[in-house]
DNA sequence: GTCTATAACCTGATAGAC
DNA sequence: GTCTATCAGGTTATAGAC
């Protein structure tokens, strides 16, 4: 693999296991086995700059999922809930390692580093973009998919918290109940 | 105010804005208007032991929000969709800071502070177990009222997360009518 | 383009005078 | 108990040899 690709995703990981403010550029270039100052040659905005990269990359990952996750169920509900399952799992195998570096980082850079909150914003909205999209190809009115997708979202990101806090799958399955029988309650969803 | 409460408070703050890792004990100490080395004399365990007090003392505070929140209104739903309006506002009206540094730090110190780790947990684990005991109180069936604190729990973090990152009340409007939609299914929620 | 060495500064933590 | 000065090691970022 690439230099430059080696250094997005070393950032990548390790702003999904610790944040932003506790990862050190001399960290990433160890994980990404590069020097020091090669990492500033490909990346001259430095740390601010990879973070950002590490973020889109990730961000337009993982809102491919959502399609892969949800197709293979006849209907909305059962689609969400097991997915919500799926990731629970993933996480008791991984050792609650969190599944998202845009939830740990978000929360912690809103109010001190603009350029890296605006890039946050723009992947939370293509998330949204993206997702009503594709339920309301599954029936949902728009304004419904538009609630859905943020109801989904926010719970799936309020659960990787919870279920790394307490290591537990219960904060997602939880998570994941309550969403599929929202969802069950808004028209046509039923069996989309 | 006491030198060592000062500190406490000062470093909450602080957390629920940056995080933990970008917050330094320097920082601390100009915010509690403390030398640094008092800080050690008040806290031997040092950064570590006052993030532990500060989480603790919020924890413990917020979840006696629940019930303030959601006695005024006749039913749950409808009481939960107003909590979650009125949180939504207050980010608004407060330049988007996080209403809780729990959320913040959750995340980012789960895999390399084992000892906050903890902490968090057990702040968790009272808010189900004393969430889930007024929404029993209120006539939900206890595994009922389990499920639906954690959907409740999961959306406020995640919604929070999602303003903070779009500065935009909709994640969390969308999350309270998700979570009041949900809780109307439960039997007897809808007039309790 | 790759890598070493280092600058300038900040970190958590401590020792010890007041 | 309060505060100053400082330690050893970390930080981001850069300059320049290979």
Redesign the pocket.
């Known amino acids: 693999m ?2 430059d690709q080696r250094i997005v995703r070393a950032m990548a990981e390790l702003l999904r296991v610790q944040g932003y403010g506790s ?6 270039a160890r994980a990404a086995d ?9 990346f ?5 700059e990879i973070a950002a990269a590490a973020l889109r990359t990730t961000g337009a990952a993982y809102i491919e999922l959502l399609p892969l996750l949800l197709d293979p169920h006849p209907d909305l509900p059962t689609g969400v809930e097991a997915a919500f399952a799926a990731a629970a799992e993933d996480m008791a195998g991984t050792g609650w390692a969190n599944m998202c570096p845009v939830g740990t980082v978000a929360g912690e850079i809103a109010d001190t580093e603009p350029d890296l909150r605006r890039v946050a914003a723009e992947i939370v909205t293509s998330w949204v973009d993206a997702g009503s999209r594709y339920l309301a190809g599954r029936g949902l009115p728009e304004t419904d998919a538009r609630s859905a997708i943020y109801a989904l979202l926010t719970s799936l990101e309020g659960g990787f918290l919870l279920a790394r806090a307490q290591r537990s799958t219960e904060p997602l399955l939880a998570a994941g109940r309550a969403v599929a029988a929202y969802i069950a309650t808004l028209p046509v969803a039923a069996d989309a």
């Open positions: 690439q230099t990862t050190g550029i001399q960290q990433v590069a020097p020091t100052g090669s990492i500033y040659h490909h001259r905005g430095g740390k601010r």
